[in-house]
């Protein structure tokens, strides 16, 4: 049997990888490019600021995308793609988590 506790990380894990795909979907159909940690390092420093929000939501998509990326076409070793799995997902637990706490407190979520 789940565990309501269980339930909830689970429901925190989606809602993180969910929210990453959402903003990195966003950001490609307003800009037509798609996002990179790249941003980081370019234009003027507002933009960077501007960025970073971005960044920091839709960093569990990008890892994994350039995880599978690496995978395919570089051969890339399976304990280096499972570690940043393990990265990409704790990531997401983390923002899901913090979506979750945010909507319980607004009352949206039970």
């Given at each position: ?51 970073l929000p ?57």
């Amino acid at each position: 049997m789940i565990t309501p506790q269980s339930l909830q990380m689970l429901l925190a894990l989606a809602l993180g990888f969910a929210m990453a795909g959402l903003s990195a979907s966003a950001y490609r159909l307003v800009t037509d490019r798609l996002p990179t940690f790249g941003l980081l390092s370019t234009g003027p420093r507002p933009f960077v600021f501007a960025a970073l929000p971005l960044l920091i939501v839709s960093a569990p998509f990008l890892i994994m995308r350039n995880t599978l990326l690496g995978r395919r076409q570089e051969s890339r070793r399976f304990e280096f793609v499972f570690l940043a799995t393990l990265i990409a997902g704790f990531w997401s637990l983390m923002s899901g988590l913090g979506l979750v706490m945010t909507l319980q407190a607004c009352g949206l979520f039970a």
